[in-house]
């Protein structure tokens, strides 16, 4: 019981006990208006904090796609530039080579030749459309030197080669070929034994040029 005289808290017909109850509901209530007010705020906070990470997030996703991006382009632009490269180091397309008939000891054959702007392994068949013969190359070429090669025996009474085309493969030298050494940055094939397929490969077909007729006097 409060030791302080009942007159001096009757108020509206309340007592001491009355007002200390009322006081405590409102120390109470400001309490809950407090915690109320402080958790909608650490709320907010939390949403403003969780909209931060996704944006981070989203940001940081988005980078990484542009680096993706990037790199697949830069992996474009260097594939691009090794194709490129290859094309201008294999050698040139002669169009056709025209067989030239020539007398030996064995009776008549058809010669080619062939002349490459640098240095290249390199191996050689004759196709005829149904068959294959090897043709006699040097393994390594040299640059700009003419190399003459046996096509076939051509008979007296034929028209025309039963050569159709000469295929090529051609790969860069190796240290041993005793000339100057390059080499293609794409991943082809190389050339250290000389068989299988081409780092570079020609088919070329074979045209023929009859000698005109020498008329008498």
């Given at each position: 019981m409060?030791?302080?005289?009942?007159?001096?808290?009757?108020?509206?017909?309340?007592?001491?006990?009355?007002?200390?109850?009322?006081?405590?509901a409102?120390?109470?209530?400001?309490?809950?208006?407090?915690?109320?007010?402080?958790?909608r705020?650490?709320?907010?906070?939390?949403?403003?904090?969780?909209?931060?990470?996704?944006?981070?997030?989203?940001?940081?996703?988005?980078?990484?796609?542009?680096?993706?991006?990037?790199?697949?382009?830069?992996?474009?632009?260097?594939?691009?530039?090794?194709?490129?490269r290859?094309?201008?180091?294999?050698?040139?397309?002669?169009?056709?080579?025209?067989?030239?008939?020539?007398?030996?000891?064995?009776?008549?054959?058809?010669?080619?030749?062939?002349?490459?702007?640098?240095?290249?392994?390199v191996?050689?068949?004759?196709?005829?459309?149904?068959?294959?013969?090897?043709?006699?190359?040097?393994?390594?070429?040299?640059?700009?030197?003419?190399?003459?090669?046996?096509?076939?025996?051509?008979?007296?009474?034929?028209?025309?080669?039963?050569?159709?085309?000469?295929?090529?493969?051609?790969?860069?030298?190796?240290?041993?070929?005793?000339?100057?050494?390059?080499?293609?940055?794409?991943?082809?094939?190389?050339?250290?034994?000389?068989?299988?397929?081409?780092?570079?490969?020609?088919?070329?077909?074979?045209?023929?040029?009859?000698?005109?007729?020498?008329?008498?006097?």
């Amino acid at each position: 019981m409060s030791s302080v005289p009942p007159t001096e808290w009757q108020f509206l017909g309340l007592n001491a006990d009355n007002w200390i109850a009322i006081s405590s509901a409102v120390v109470a209530l400001l309490g809950v208006a407090l915690a109320v007010r402080y958790a909608r705020r650490s709320a907010k906070a939390a949403q403003e904090s969780a909209q931060v990470g996704r944006d981070a997030a989203q940001a940081g996703k988005e980078a990484a796609d542009a680096a993706r991006r990037s790199a697949e382009e830069a992996a474009t632009i260097s594939q691009i530039e090794r194709e490129r490269r290859h094309d201008d180091l294999g050698p040139a397309h002669p169009g056709e080579i025209v067989a030239v008939a020539e007398q030996t000891s064995g009776g008549r054959s058809l010669f080619g030749s062939i002349t490459v702007a640098r240095g290249y392994r390199v191996k050689a068949t004759g196709w005829n459309g149904t068959a294959s013969t090897l043709i006699s190359l040097p393994l390594v070429l040299h640059a700009n030197q003419p190399y003459r090669f046996h096509i076939e025996h051509f008979p007296a009474d034929a028209q025309k080669p039963t050569t159709e085309e000469l295929r090529f493969a051609f790969w860069s030298p190796i240290a041993e070929d005793e000339v100057p050494t390059w080499s293609c940055p794409c991943s082809r094939p190389t050339g250290e034994q000389a068989d299988g397929a081409g780092h570079w490969e020609l088919r070329v077909p074979v045209g023929y040029r009859r000698p005109p007729r020498v008329r008498g006097f």
